[in-house]
């Protein structure tokens, strides 16, 4: 089955806990990206890659960072989270920026 | 720089009443991509359709349809006869062939009630 896989789903630590939420998918897309979703404020853009080591900034990069070693993976990485990073967390991947989306169930991130 | 508004943060429809949903976005680029992904309650994301800007052509799936108008640059969707499986947030999104990011616009969260 097609799908994007990510762990945990549901997460409270506590602030400067560095964390990893993990993101893969079985597809073989190029193109994979991470969200957050806030209320009012929709889906932002944190990160996307468009292949293997290569990675850039969305719209609201600060304070997190990703790595894209494998073609299937694509992890974000809190390093000091903060409770402004308290979220709704999503993974997605496609063909590409202009394919549609899979997206991935969402993690629930509480920084204390 | 690229945007996408969705100006209805939340509509409220009795069943079988038909409902349209605004997008109207913004960008410099001649080739872009439109897409609408909608978001039930248990929270998942789920791709509905994507445009591309040399494709005006209105697009009718069942009871959903969509219009995009570049005159007004505005890709509008319409669920006509709406049921309770419609409640649900609704995103626009916009990408561009020059740059690889996907904007979002802030949802609309549609209730329709029986």
């Known amino acids: 089955e097609a799908q994007v896989t990510q762990n945990p789903r549901y997460l409270i630590t506590v602030t400067g806990k560095k964390l990893t939420v993990t993101c893969s998918q079985n597809?073989?897309?190029?193109?994979m990206s991470w969200y957050r979703q806030d209320p009012g404020l929709g889906l932002r853009q944190i990160y996307y890659?468009?292949?293997?080591?290569?990675?850039d900034k969305g719209d609201v990069p600060e304070g997190y960072k990703v790595s894209r070693k494998e073609k299937r993976n694509f992890p974000l990485i809190l390093e000091s989270p903060s409770p402004n990073q308290t979220s709704l967390y999503f993974c997605?991947?496609?063909?590409?920026?202009?394919?549609?989306?899979?997206f991935g169930d969402g993690t629930r991130l509480s920084i204390l | 720089a690229q945007k996408v508004t969705q100006a209805q943060t939340e509509i409220s429809v009795v069943e079988k009443e038909d409902v349209t949903l605004d997008c109207v976005y913004e960008?410099?680029?001649?080739?872009?991509?439109l897409f609408w992904y909608k978001q039930p309650p248990s929270g998942e994301l789920v791709f509905l359709i994507r445009?591309?800007?040399?494709?005006?052509q209105n697009e009718i799936s069942g009871r959903y349809s969509w219009n995009f108008q570049k005159s007004t640059s505005s890709f509008n969707f319409t669920i006509t006869a709406s049921q309770v499986v419609d409640s649900a947030v609704y995103f626009c999104?916009?990408?561009?062939?020059?740059?690889?990011?996907?904007?979002f616009g802030t949802g609309t969260r549609l209730q329709v009630f029986p």
């Open positions: 997605a991947s496609g063909q590409g920026a202009n394919q549609p989306q899979h």
């Open positions: 960008t410099r680029d001649t080739t872009y991509y």
């Open positions: 999104a916009l990408s561009s062939y020059n740059t690889d990011k996907l904007i």
């Open positions: 597809m073989n897309h190029e193109y």
């Open positions: 890659s468009m292949n293997v080591e290569v990675t």
């Open positions: 445009r591309n800007s040399f494709d005006e």
